[in-house]
């Protein structure tokens, strides 16, 4: 069964104080991986899709790495207008998503 | 372009009541999804429709039903609805399935509350 386990549930950091949210995972067969940032009250908003292990993309202060068992959101020096819900998925068959629970970030000024 | 939308925002329903959840995409999308977000967590697939006349189950479809209207229009009905049903409903929708066209795009969500 594919499943998803996204950590810690909850990170606070301070203003400029560097971070990863782990997301750790089991598929049958990876099409994609994909980090979604959700704001209270909002649905989730893209972020980045990563299909092999190796693979890294960059977004600001948002970096995203994949390996064969795991995806990190690195953040760096990160913002108070950083702090939301970072969700992680797998894109296995004809599309359909398995959702993480998500990493709250709350970072303060 | 309005992306997706959904009505209502609220909505507050006793138990055993109906309700139909709406949902519209203006982006040409072929495929289209209904989730459910409990507190804290993440979210579960109730229903997707990889195209215009096809519905399948997703994670947690029991107690729902799904009529894909045509290619822009996706609805979720609660025939008889019960306090766990409470939830967050997100409708989504991906240009395809298809590799690098996966991405979803989320409406702002319909918050049901059932007493």
């Known amino acids: 069964e594919d499943q998803v386990t996204q950590s810690p549930e909850a990170l606070r950091l301070q203003e400029g104080e560097s971070s990863s949210l782990n997301c750790s995972y089991t598929?049958?067969?990876?099409?994609?991986l994909f980090w979604y940032r959700q704001d209270p009250g909002k649905g989730p908003e893209f972020l980045f899709t990563l299909y092999s292990a190796g693979e890294e993309k960059e977004k600001e202060r948002l970096k995203a790495t994949l390996t064969k068992k795991e995806s990190f959101l690195h953040i760096t020096a990160p913002k108070p207008e950083d702090s939301a819900t970072y969700l992680c998925?797998?894109?296995?068959?004809?599309?359909?998503?398995?959702f993480g629970d998500g990493t709250t970030l709350t970072v303060k000024p | 372009n309005a992306g997706v939308t959904q009505t209502p925002k609220f909505q507050v329903l006793k138990t055993g009541q109906s309700m139909t959840l709406q949902c519209a995409q203006d982006?040409?999308?072929?495929?289209m999804y209904w989730y459910r977000q409990d507190p804290g967590m993440g979210l579960r697939l109730i229903y997707y429709s990889a195209s215009e006349g096809t519905t399948d189950k997703g994670e947690v479809p029991n107690g729902y039903n799904v009529s894909r209207l045509n290619k822009r229009e996706f609805s979720l009905r609660l025939e008889s609805a019960a306090p766990s049903q409470t939830s967050v409903y997100f409708c989504a929708s991906t240009p395809t399935p298809a590799r690098g066209q996966e991405t979803q795009y989320f409406g702002p969500g319909t918050r049901l509350l059932v007493l």
């Open positions: 998925a797998l894109n296995t068959n004809a599309g359909k998503s398995t």
């Open positions: 982006m040409n999308h072929n495929s």
């Open positions: 598929v049958s067969g990876l099409r994609g």
